[in-house]
């Protein structure tokens, strides 16, 4: 039988990332991740791997900028105001065309904020975050077994389209504890000789990691062949789930990560009273399943977006909809989570 292990989100990210391969990790704490980087304090000695605590978040960042152009499996994680400091790092890693997974365990915002769960960070997340033209892939887990399966997926990812991948996540996910099973093996890493600096067998000139093309044409071409990379990223990893659209509601909820958790509680309820609805939880926040939801919401008479925060991936919907049916938004921030059976009477209303 497979051994289920009860953790944390935060450690278990941490223990399927050691397991998926990951030997360098490179952080600076913040509330309310902080488990994750106090886990691989205590993991990465002991399977030889290389932790370590950097004077600041935009020092993490250049740490696994340098880790990554070596050819390692390399990781970072942090809090909303933290990531916001890594992003001049993480456009520097897209730009150079490294593989590189980046953790961010949202918490209330803008400014400091305070240490509760939010889904705050979805713009900077899904539009590249920093500066420049470029993207990031974007995984939303909801569960705390996804948190940790995203982990080898966020690596097989960034390695196979050489990115930077984010594993969006908020405060509640990566606190709560729930279990989890690992699987016994993971696949292995790709062949780093592509982007790896240094000389490689087969290989006549060494790799140079540049980010800065003075020649207007240069830049151009560059940022191009990004974009190419960005469509086939486009073609081959949407990823969604749908939930209780066999009964063929007509009211359809929009919702990710912990706040699709509750939808689905409130869905379940509404079905007991003879109220049907149903879920599409996008997995990808960028690319985000513009296509797949517009046909979920055929035949429907309204979509509801569900957020913890005043309204961000409530954009993205509408532009997948792009007419189609009418939107509507329910949404809570400060770090202030839905019961469910507020949020079920809250749908009643709406529904009516």
């Known amino acids: 039988m497979t051994e289920k292990i009860l953790m944390k989100g935060n450690e278990a990210v941490a223990e399927a990332a050691i397991r998926a391969g990951c030997r360098h990790y490179f952080a600076y704490p913040i509330t309310p991740q902080s488990e994750l980087i106090e886990y691989m304090a205590k993991k990465m000695p002991k399977v030889g791997g290389t932790f370590l605590q950097a004077e600041s978040e935009v020092a993490a960042i250049n740490m696994v900028l340098g880790a990554a152009a070596c050819g390692v499996r390399t990781m970072t994680s942090s809090s909303s105001p933290g990531i916001s400091l890594k992003q001049e790092g993480i456009s520097y890693i897209a730009a150079s065309r490294l593989p590189a997974v980046i953790v961010n365990v949202q918490r209330g915002g803008p400014g400091l904020g305070n240490i509760a769960p939010m889904q ?8 590249g975050g920093g500066h420049g033209d ?6 939303s887990p909801s569960t705390v077994q996804e948190f940790a399966d995203m982990a080898p997926l966020a690596f097989e990812i960034a390695e196979r389209y050489r990115t930077p991948v984010l594993i969006l996540a908020d405060g509640m996910l990566g606190q709560m504890m729930e279990p989890v099973v690992f699987p016994e093996s993971y696949p292995p890493q790709r062949d780093p000789s592509d982007w790896a600096l240094g000389c490689h067998k087969d290989r006549k000139e060494n790799h140079i990691i540049n980010t800065l093309f003075i020649d207007p044409n240069l830049l151009d071409s560059k940022t191009r062949i990004l974009f190419e990379v960005y469509e086939e990223i486009k073609k081959n990893e949407v990823r969604f789930e749908t939930y209780n659209l066999e009964s063929r509601p007509k009211i359809l909820v929009a919702s990710t990560g912990t706040a699709a958790r509750v ?3 409130a869905i379940d309820a509404l079905k007991e009273q003879g109220v049907e609805m149903g879920l599409f939880r996008p997995i990808t926040l960028w690319p985000f399943p513009y296509d797949a939801l517009h046909q979920a919401a055929a035949g429907v008479d309204k979509v509801i977006t569900v957020e913890l925060n005043m309204g961000q991936m409530e954009q993205d919907v509408r532009l997948a909809l792009n007419g189609l049916c009418p939107t509507e938004f329910v949404g809570k921030a400060g770090g202030l989570v839905f019961t469910p059976e507020e949020l079920a ?8």
Do not use: G, N
């Open 120 to 127: 705050c960070d979805y713009f900077q997340a899904t539009r």
């Open 134 to 139: 470029y993207y990031t892939p974007v995984l």
């Open 263 to 265: 939808v689905k509680s």
């Open 345 to 352: 009477d809250i749908l009643r209303k709406k529904a009516s």
